[in-house]
């Protein structure tokens, strides 16, 4: 679900040097502006959780209107959740089906993009682009702006998709410690 040839993967931890909040945010920026700048680089971002690393973070969701299925408890709906930096999905090579990818301008809003599972679960496979969700009843709207194609999340022989939602690793006032640059390069 996302490509592998001409990447480069390098996992930074501020957090470890004593840097904390808005701190972490600025080296996470900064270290984004240098690799974009270099030579043959195509696209760079970041993801707090590496692709297919076995590390991954859970949140619930609320969804308004929908209906939970046989067995489900409205308040405990689970699914994958990833930081992300902006233009991830360029960086990564994921397929966006509709919507667009996070910018440099997602800085305040309060933004995500899906995969088809989250879609189908929770809009019966309906765009979900433009609709709302949140972490959690009664917390603050999400917009959704973009759907990606499923992918692999934990092992490369998952059969059944997940529930993804990804959100602006930059907007987090208490962002993680330690990230992982996502680099692209054209050779």
Known sequence: GYARD?????TIDPGEAGYKGPQITQIYRDALDRAAALSGVHSASLMADRLMSGRFRMSTVAVPGYTPQHGEDPNTLWIVQNLVGPHFLSASGMHLIAGRDFTDLDTTRPVAIVNQAFANHFFAGRNPVGRSIAWGPGQKPVEVVGLIADFKVFISRENHP????????????DPPNQATLLIRTDV
């Open 162 to 173: 997940q529930d993804v939602a990804l959100i602006p690793l930059l907007q987090q006032a």
């Open 6 to 10: 001409h990447t480069l993967l390098a």
